[in-house]
């Protein structure tokens, strides 16, 4: 059961790369998201996807872009990347957005900008 | 706006002790409240929600609508508990958002 899945794990990127994070689920979910987590501060909203063909901005969506492809797969890009970007990315989806639901996380990526 | 504080960065307790993770939050209509638990090197994952009123891993957590609160709790803590705990409000209904606290790093001693 992969449930959510996030690649790449680990990634280096110098200031000013684009990079993009994909992130797929097969629970067959409508809803998906993405968050960063950094030291002291939990975890915060970047975007969100309620159903396949809408994204929205979350708390923190300044210098990201997301794309909801299909049902499945809901990939995040940084465009130019800032050392104020270096965290840790977790992927969630949960079966819709009503708010009983529970969300499932993927294993995240750890990415570092120089 | 809805907020949620986990007033403890880190807890430390011994084994067989009992322990208590607190949270607190603000919202004006009827919370939905999860607790998430992220072990070492492993994906944060659902340890339990109040409208299943269930316990996980003997852990509880009561919503106290006066206190705007909801604690977790276990009476007998183990190594294994040894986590980061984050506390999660939503609203209910079509509210999707999902608020963290900050997190509460639990270390259980032998």
């Known amino acids: 059961n992969a449930g959510v899945t996030q690649t790449p794990k680990f990634q280096v990127l110098k200031t000013g790369q684009s990079m993009t994070l994909q992130c797929a689920q097969d629970m067959n979910h409508n809803s998906m998201y993405w968050y960063r987590q950094d030291p002291g501060m939990g975890l915060r909203l970047i975007y969100y996807?309620?159903?396949?063909?809408?994204?929205d901005k979350g708390e923190v969506p300044n210098g990201y872009n997301v794309s909801r492809l299909n049902k499945r797969e809901f990939s995040l890009r940084l465009e130019s990347a800032a050392p104020s970007q270096t965290s840790v990315y977790f992927c969630?989806?949960?079966?819709?957005?009503?708010?009983?639901?529970?969300?499932?996380f993927g294993d995240g990526t750890r990415l570092s900008i120089l | 706006a809805q907020r949620v504080t986990q007033p403890e960065k880190l807890l430390s307790v011994f084994k067989g002790a009992p322990v208590e993770l607190k949270c607190n939050y603000s919202?004006?209509?009827?919370?939905?409240l999860f607790w998430y638990v992220q072990y070492s090197r492993q994906r944060l994952q659902l340890l339990l929600r109040?409208?299943s009123r269930e316990s996980i891993k003997g852990f509880t957590a009561d919503l106290n609508k006066g206190e705007t609160s909801f604690h977790l709790k276990k009476p007998f803590a183990q190594e294994e508990d040894s986590a980061m705990y984050y506390c999660a409000l939503s609203g209910a209904g079509s509210n999707y958002k999902l608020t963290f606290g900050k997190g509460t790093l639990l270390t259980v001693n032998p």
């Open positions: 109040h409208i």
């Open positions: 969630a989806s949960s079966p819709t957005s009503g708010g009983s639901q529970p969300q499932h």
């Open positions: 996807s309620a159903s396949e063909g809408t994204t």
């Open positions: 919202y004006s209509g009827s919370p939905e």
